[in-house]
């Protein structure tokens, strides 16, 4: 159940009287320890936004739970969120805003085992070392600034100052979409070899679904704050329910044998609702092409009738049409 919700001022609405944009609005996933869910839409559509929540750095107002084996690490003081932000941590988008400037590439690997630890400086050294070779930065880079590093070194040192508390958890906020498409190969390939070697859980978030693809166990596809489709990645690629989501696998060539060829485009007509007056039913409503009299009225839960295979639909919801069907037969 975790919302994000940021006080917004609107014209009209007076001193005193706030009102809220509700980025991530009660939505619930699971993500299985030592694998990776992706969670993908297009911008606006809450992703970042419901994993930064996590990590407890969204600056607007955040509720719901985060379980951690069984523990709530919504943390409620200073020495829990030090507690949690050591098994949670985050890479960020942008390798090149994201490092200090005027740290060397060694400070910003300790910086959160001098923030988070209390470990003595000879095991940070070391810690920092072992860092180095693991990301595939050479002993010698250590003393270097950012600026003299390329985009795919930098986010090789921001993935080492991730690593660095020993994470359990690892937030990758669209790690490789400001890198070229050949590094971003080698990042992805480097994120699946530290996640198989540390046992790492990761939380993906991305826009582009041919990087999800090879990167990800399951996938929640979000829509103005709500998720409306989760499931593993093999039936969410084959097998889409949601029309928004067989909208957005039409847009990826796919090149794996083991997926389904969508090629044939499918559009999104219109723009998406102002996510300050949302539609009172499907969020989706106003650019479905196979919406109903009652997707106006009606919110469709989140259900996957038995299966694991979840999704928020009415036509899925009244099992009579599948939706994948209903969209190719409204072309
Ligand atoms: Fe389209 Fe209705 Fe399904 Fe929403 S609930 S996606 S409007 S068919």
Not at 104 to 110: C, K, L, S, T
Not at 135 to 151: C, D, N
Not at 228 to 236: G, I, K, S, Y
Request: charged share 25%; with cysteine; glycine share 6%.
């Amino acid at each position: 159940n975790l919302s994000v919700r940021f006080p917004v001022g609107r014209k009209g609405t007076g001193w005193g009287q706030t009102s809220y944009l509700t980025a991530v609005d009660d939505i619930s996933f699971t993500v299985r320890k030592g694998e990776t869910l992706a969670i993908v839409g297009e911008s606006g559509s809450g992703k970042t936004t419901a994993a930064l929540a996590i990590a407890q750095l969204v600056a607007g107002e955040t509720s719901g739970e985060v379980v951690l084996d069984g523990q709530d690490i919504m943390p409620a003081g200073r020495d829990q969120l030090r507690a949690m932000r050591r098994k949670v941590q985050v890479i960020f988008q942008d390798p090149y805003s994201s490092l200090n400037p005027r740290k060397r590439a060694e400070e910003i690997v300790r910086e959160p085992l001098d923030n988070l630890t209390n470990k003595p400086a000879r095991e940070k050294r070391e810690i920092v070392d072992r860092l180095f070779q693991a990301v595939g930065l050479r002993p010698e880079q250590k003393r270097l600034f950012p600026h003299q590093f390329s985009g795919g070194q930098r986010q090789r040192i921001g993935i080492a100052r991730a690593l660095s508390t020993q994470p359990e958890v690892i937030i990758c906020d669209e790690p490789v979409s400001a890198l070229d498409v050949a590094v971003q190969a080698q990042i992805l390939n480097l994120l699946r070899r530290l996640q198989s070697e540390f046992g790492l859980t990761y939380i993906f978030i991305s826009h582009d679904l041919g990087v999800v693809q090879h990167m990800c166990d399951s996938v929640a596809v979000m829509y103005m704050g709500k998720i409306v489709e989760h499931a593993d990645r093999l039936a969410l690629f084959n097998n889409p329910q949601h029309p928004y989501t067989a909208a957005l696998l039409s847009a990826v060539p796919s090149i794996d044998p083991t997926l389904r060829d969508h090629s044939k485009r499918i559009l999104i007509p219109g723009d998406p609702p102002d996510p300050l007056n949302l539609p009172a039913g499907c969020r989706f409503v106003s650019r479905c092409p196979v919406a109903q009299l009652h997707c106006r009225e009606l919110v469709p839960e989140l259900t996957g009738n038995g299966t694991e295979h979840l999704t928020a639909c009415h036509l899925v919801d009244a099992d009579l049409v599948s939706p994948m069907q209903a969209v190719r037969e409204a072309e």
